[in-house]
Every structure is written in C-alpha cells, then in structure tokens.
C-alpha cells in the first residue's frame, strides 16, 4: 500500500482566508477589571506565544497570591491579578516582566463559586468559567435556558454575592460541531458522521496518528479521508464526556507521513512548532472544513460545559477544563485545529453556540491536556504532552487551571465552574453527518456543544445537542 500523505487541511477556505495568517487584524484585549498597575518599567512586551510562560514563573513566584492572569494584545504585556500580595513578591513578578494588578477576589473565591455553580446548576445549556481581566467567574445560558431552569440559575448565581460573577444570556444553542482541519468521515448505523482532523501526532508506540473531538472518537471508530472511501484511521482512545473531548486515532497504514502543519486552503500552510497552552486575551485562528478559516480572541480557560445529554432526555453531559473562546464555528468543524499565527497548536475543536454569521462562543479541548492523557507526541515528535502550564498557568490562572469549574475552575484551577469546560460532552453533535458537511446544527449527533451548529456562544453550549453535519441522523453519545 502506498504510503499516504496525511496533511492537516481544511476542505474549503472562508471568510477570512490565508490572508488573516499574514495581518495583525484580530480585536486588541481590553482591560476589563479596572486600571492596571501602570505599565512599570520593567514590564516586557511580549509575543502571544510567550505570554503563557511567564504567567507560569510568575505564578510560582506569588504562590497563594496570584489570582489569574491574561495578556493585553493592545500593549503585548502579560497582566498578573494579586490579592493580598505580600510587597516582596509584587515587586519580584514586576521585575520578572509582568503587570500587577490588586483585584478582590482571591482564587479561593472563584473556586468557591465554581463548585457552588456546579453543586446547584449543572444545568444543560450552561457554562462558566472565570474571567481574568473582570476578575469574576462569566456564566452563560443559552436559548434553552428558561423558566425554572433561568430561574435556578439566576438565583444562584446572585448568592455568589456581589462582585464574584456575571450572567449573560446567549441566543443560541450548545451543541458540538463535526469538523475542523482535514474532514475525516466514519460510516454508522443510522448515517454518517463527519469531523476533523485536528493535529497529526505520533502515538507513544511511534505509530503516526491524529488527534480530534472526543465526541467523535465516541461515535464512530473507523475513519476516512472522503465520504465513500475505506476507513484510514482507527480510534484508540477517546474521552468524552467528562474531563475533556479528544481522540486519538491511528493510522492503518504505519508508514503514513502526517506531516505536523494545517492547510489553510490556496496552497497556504501552516507549520506546528509546538504545542502550547492558550492564555486569555491571545489571538488564535481556528481552521474548519465547514466554514474555514475565523479568528478570535480566547476568553476563558478550564471552562465548563453542560450539554444535554444525547441518551438520556433528562440528563446533562458536562465537560470540564476547555478553552473559551469568541471565534465563530458551525456544524462539521468538531475536532479541528486551534492555533496561533506563530504555529502553537493550542485546541481541538469542541462546541459551542451561534455561527459565522452573528457570532457566539465556541469552546476548544486544550492540545497540552490530550497530548498528556494520550501519551502522544506533536507531529513527528515536537512538543509533546507538558508543553505547556496547562489551562490555569498560562491562561488566567485563577485557579489551578484557570478554568471555571472543578477541573480548571476558579476553584480548583482558576476557572469558575467545575472545569469550566463547557459541557460534560461539548459536544458529541459535533459530528455533523458527513453527507451535509455542515448541515444544521438541528441534526444533533450528540449532546454536546457543536462548533458547526451555529447554535450558540461559549457560554450557551449545554444546549440541545450536537449538530450533525447534516445527513447524519443521531448517533447517540458522541
């Protein structure tokens, strides 16, 4: 057989296009919890990809005082929350390059709130996770989100108390989307179910393998490169729901060649360096089948995700520890690649709400996480699992995660929910039939939050399920 060339890509450019790679377009950070320490003059300016490195050594620095951290894309500085920080240690993270910053709520707190928010409203179509520029942990509900359910919501979220976390409302629906990089298609009873490849890896027997959406590995296990084609991949490993959603799926054919880049359409690539943790406030680019290539800004880390479970009519399926993010997805783009223009591989495609048309939040499983869980390697045998601090160190910290729920939670991990993560599946609907591509986020392979759907915003992705692509009719769990 010959040996198949496995490239990372996208079926089809959108929107933006190559281009975006080359141009500092993306929204500049706004510092949104108060004025920060004035820039002193031992602040660095620093490249995005630099910003989670720093964050971890400042993190050790502050010990119990560190309180989460972003970066300011406007001033390129990474900005560091301290509560109670003892003078000493405030003056050695100025010197070690960051901004302080004085807020009120310690991670302690966060984390507090995020284990209350999980305790008394794990409710399908909602999410937190905390944000490090308000110091507070955002909780979101979508557009399934109403009556008793918005009522129960409401109600705890004010016995938070005042300055501990903010509620908002997203239109759409949490639901998981199929694809991202390279659509990759799986043939199941009921239909058929399409994804994307999200990074090539090389397995820990040295095997040439791929990582996607959790959900996907959870649907199907054989996969092709084309509609009708024989499988090429088989999955080895899945998560989801849970503590994240990610696959990693093995090649057939050892001597395939998974080179470590992403296709982002017009003969444009780009080359993974590294895997890499995100950090709020950075610009990252997030690659589709479906709707191509969108960028955004990452808003929240270790979130929390609670979609409707797709086996039980009553149930939630909650996924802890992704990346929030305001890049728009839809049906079909579950499991693709998100990444920064300097190459760090940072996410796989998970779920979420809206569209590429009005927008919303879309959540990402962290690279540095599956690498960890899976034993994989990037690429050829880059960065592997480690790369990073992991969601809470780099991101906004605010707790051991900087998630927004247990996992990544303010509590545990600086997030505010349990993980923060966005839903237990985030996203099973992902899996967009293959026949649609990017059909309606209606056809819900699986409760989770769907990138492709256009349903809803970070925030809102417990809702109704994942979008299929389109074709596929439910598969249940993915």
């Not at 198949?4 to 929204?27: D, E, Q, T, W, Y």
């Not at 709130?113 to 944000?131: E, N």
Request: aromatic share 4%.
């Amino acid at each position: 057989m010959p040996k198949r060339k496995a490239a990372i890509a996208v079926g089809g450019v959108a929107a933006l296009g190559a281009a975006a790679l080359l141009l500092p377009h993306a929204n500049a950070s706004q510092d949104q919890g108060g004025a920060m320490a004035g820039g002193t003059a031992d602040a660095k300016t620093l490249k995005a990809g630099d910003a989670s490195d720093l964050a971890a050594q400042v993190q050790k620095i502050l010990g119990d005082a560190f309180a989460g951290s972003y970066y300011d894309s406007g001033k390129k500085q990474l900005v560091v929350n301290v509560v109670n920080g003892d003078d000493n240690v405030v003056v050695q993270a100025e010197k070690a390059g960051a901004v302080v910053r004085q807020v009120r709520n310690s991670t302690a707190q966060l984390t507090s709130a995020a284990r209350t928010l999980k305790a008394r409203a794990t409710i399908p179509g909602t999410s937190w996770a905390v944000d490090p520029r308000t110091d507070k942990v955002l909780v979101t509900a979508d557009s399934t989100v109403t009556g008793a359910k918005w009522d129960r919501l409401q109600s705890t979220v004010r016995s938070l108390g005042s300055g501990t976390a903010t509620l908002k409302k997203s239109a759409g629906t949490f639901k998981t989307f199929v694809s991202g990089g390279d659509a990759i298609f799986s043939q199941v009873q009921g239909g058929n179910v399409r994804c994307s490849l999200g990074f090539n890896v090389t397995a820990s027997d040295g095997s040439p393998a791929f990582l996607t959406a959790g959900h996907c590995g959870v649907a199907a296990k054989d996969w092709s490169d084309s509609q009708t084609g024989e499988p090429i991949a088989t999955v080895d490993q899945a998560t989801f729901p849970g503590e994240g959603d990610f696959s990693l799926v093995k090649y057939n054919d050892p001597g395939t060649q998974a080179p470590s880049e992403v296709n982002t359409g017009d003969g444009q690539t780009v080359q993974i360096k590294q895997a890499a943790d995100a950090t709020v406030g950075t610009t990252v680019f997030r690659m589709g089948s479906t709707t191509g290539l969108h960028d955004g800004q990452v808003t929240g880390l270790g979130a929390t995700v609670n979609f409707q479970s797709e086996t039980d009519p009553n149930g939630v399926d909650t996924v802890t520890g992704l990346i929030q993010t305001n890049v728009c997805a839809e049906a079909g783009d579950s499991g693709g690649s998100l990444f920064t223009q300097d190459g760090s591989a940072l996410g796989l495609t998970s779920g979420g709400s809206g569209d590429c048309t009005s927008g919303g939040e879309t959540f990402f499983q962290p690279v540095t996480t599956a690498l960890q869980a899976t034993g994989a390697t990037l690429g050829d045998g880059g960065a592997g699992a480690g790369a990073g601090n992991g969601a809470g160190d780099g991101g906004n910290g605010a707790g051991d995660q900087a998630g927004a729920g247990d996992q990544a939670g303010a509590g545990d991990q600086a997030g505010a929910g349990d993980q923060a993560g966005a839903g237990d599946q985030a996203g099973a609907g992902d899996q967009a039939g293959a026949g649609d591509q990017a059909g309606a986020g209606g056809d819900q392979i699986g409760g989770g939050a769907d990138p492709s759907d256009p349903a809803g915003s970070a925030g809102e992705q417990s809702g109704t399920g994942a979008a299929h692509d389109g074709s596929s009719s439910e598969t249940g769990g993915h």
